[in-house]
T-cell receptor
Framework: DTEVTQTPKHLVMGMTNKKSLKCEQHMGHRAMYWYKQKAKKPPELMFVYSYEKLSINESVPSRFSPECPNSSLLNLHLHALQPEDSALYLC????????????FGSGTRLTVV | GQNIDQPTEMTATEGAIVQINCTYQTSGFNGLFWYQQHAGEAPTFLSYNVLDGLEEKGRFSSFLSRSKGYSYLLLKELQMKDSASYLCALTEGYKLSFGAGTTVTVRA
């Protein structure tokens, strides 16, 4: 298995809803990432987990809450989002000890209404 | 911190060559990546440079000069499917940061 799988592929949620994005990989990668990408903009780093511990939080609002329950799974819990949070949310992973070898998932297209 | 600059748009003809430049400033350099991204899709890895010089991979080549803070991606024998955004990215520790991307349009 050489993929990063993200679910769902599309999500529409209201501003009062609570939803979660899921990311899964079975490549033994121990660094996992959440990125947010707006249309015609580059991906922006949100969070980095290393060995299941949060190592980087790029000053992301608390309405985004990441979770790494095990080495294969990364979640992003969403609550009280705003319409401007609508974007493509990308998950990526990287092998331990490698400075390259990032693998990206195909993303979740989120629309907040 | 990091600062990555690349042109916003480039247009070229099918079969031609295009060179996308990337200049950067960083406090810690661990490598430079080039990614291709089609609209609405995930970035796909094209190349990685950590030492100075040219890396060739089929129709795509990437060059790095660390002393000049400069890289380029060379796309040869352009095909219509090469129309995409090309992202220059830097690693600093665990962090991978992207430039704004260059949209390449290939005309018939």
């Amino acid at each position: 298995d050489t993929e990063v799988t993200q679910t769902p592929k599309h999500l529409v949620m209201g501003m009062t809803n609570k939803k979660s994005l899921k990311c899964e990989q079975h490549m033994g990668h121990r660094a996992m990432y959440w990125y947010k990408q707006k249309a015609k903009k580059p991906p922006e780093l949100m969070f980095v987990y290393s060995y299941e511990k949060l190592s980087i939080n790029e000053s992301v609002p608390s309405r985004f809450s990441p979770e790494c329950p095990n080495s294969s799974l990364l979640n992003l819990h969403l609550h009280a989002l705003q319409p401007e949070d609508s974007a493509l949310y990308l998950c990526a992973s990287r092998p331990p000890g490698h400075l390259y070898g990032y693998t990206f998932g195909s993303g979740t297209r989120l629309t907040v209404v | 911190g990091q600062n990555i600059d690349q042109p916003t748009e480039m247009t070229a003809t099918e079969g031609a060559i295009v060179q996308i430049n990337c200049t950067y400033q960083t406090s810690g350099f661990n490598g430079l990546f080039w990614y291709q991204q089609h609209a609405g899709e995930a970035p796909t890895f094209l190349s990685y440079n950590v030492l100075d010089g040219l890396e060739e991979k089929g129709r795509f080549s990437s060059f790095l000069s660390r002393s000049k803070g400069y890289s380029y991606l060379l796309l040869k024998e352009l095909q219509m499917k090469d129309s995409a955004s090309y992202l220059c990215a830097l690693t600093e520790g665990y962090k991978l940061s992207f430039g704004a991307g260059t949209t390449v349009t290939v005309r018939a």
